[in-house]
């Protein structure tokens, strides 16, 4: 078994998924640290700290992707603390619906605590954006907020809290 080492937390990181527990429903998510082991570690180091706690998904742009990680349904946001984390998007794992990926600027090396759920597979960010997870179950609750109405900036009109995310160990 690979185990990611985190110099940060100066402890062994021994989980393999997370459950989004949110609004409309739970996304279990596989964690692929074998792959991605860099940004795994970062985005178990925001949930540890509680970054997503009732956050919501803030961007949804249909038949492409649901986005969250950082803004509450009032638009203020809880900014991120640490450092961008490497990009691993030459990892070879695709954008594939159901895959999770962090969100960045135009700088590939930008990536902080956003992150998306592919709706579909999008071809076009395959080699741009970590994929570091993978949706187990609750597929149908990421399709179901990929359907909601939206207004300016992809906001959805009625958006889907993520009321916390819990790590699960091996």
């Known amino acids: 078994m690979n185990i990611v080492k985190s110099r940060s937390l100066n402890k062994t990181i021994d989980y393999n998924s997370a459950t989004i527990e949110t609004s ?9 640290r074998e792959v991605a082991p860099l940004t795994v570690l970062n985005f178990i180091k925001y949930v540890k700290i509680g970054q997503y706690d009732n956050t919501i998904f803030h961007r949804v742009v249909k038949n492409f992707m649901i986005q969250g990680g950082e803004y509450f349904d009032d638009g203020n946001s809880r900014k991120p603390v640490f450092e961008p984390v490497p990009t ?62 939206t207004q300016k900036n992809s906001w959805p009109k009625s958006p889907t809290k993520i009321n916390k995310i819990v790590l699960n160990k091996v």
């Open 88 to 149: 691993e998007c030459y990892n070879l794992i695709k954008n594939e619906k159901g895959s999770v990926a962090m969100a960045r600027n135009k700088s590939i090396q930008s990536a902080k605590c956003q992150f998306f759920i592919n709706a579909k597979h999008n071809k076009n960010l395959d080699g741009k954006y970590t994929v570091f997870a993978r949706v187990n179950e609750g597929l149908d609750v990421v399709e179901k907020i990929n359907k909601q109405e």
């Open 24 to 32: 409309d429903g739970n996304i279990e998510i596989s964690l692929l």
